[in-house]
């Protein structure tokens, strides 16, 4: 499957951005769907997880601004950022996960100013 990440953009601190994840076909049947990240100078990081079961989970810098969903066909991941900080700004990069295999779609820019 391959993965295209779209919707960083430049916006100020406090607004909000969506994040999707497009995959060339319905990944619904994986173990989960991710949103990591990378900082300048800093490792990556996760974000949030969203399982096949519709389970989700989030990094802790992120818990109540930040909410990962589907759409019903299992083909879109979607990363809703909202109350957005600068230290947010980074490479966004979706992932799918099945069998502990990681399979991961180009980054985009999300650059949050103060």
């Known amino acids: 499957v391959q993965l295209q990440a779209s919707g960083g953009g430049l916006v100020r601190s406090g607004r909000s951005l969506r994040l999707s994840c497009a995959a060339t076909?319905?990944?619904?049947?994986?173990?989960?769907m991710a949103w990591y990240r990378r900082a300048s100078g800093k490792q990556r990081e996760p974000v949030a997880v969203?399982?096949?079961?519709?389970?989700?989970s989030y990094g802790d810098s992120v818990k109540g601004r930040f909410t990962i969903s589907r759409d019903n066909a299992g083909k879109t991941v979607f990363l809703q950022m909202n109350g957005l900080k600068p230290e947010d700004t980074a490479v966004y990069y979706c992932t799918a996960i099945n069998d502990a295999r990681f399979q991961w779609g180009q980054g985009t820019l999300v650059t949050v100013s103060s």
């Open positions: 076909r319905s990944i619904i049947r994986y173990d989960a």
């Open positions: 969203l399982t096949r079961g519709g389970e989700a």
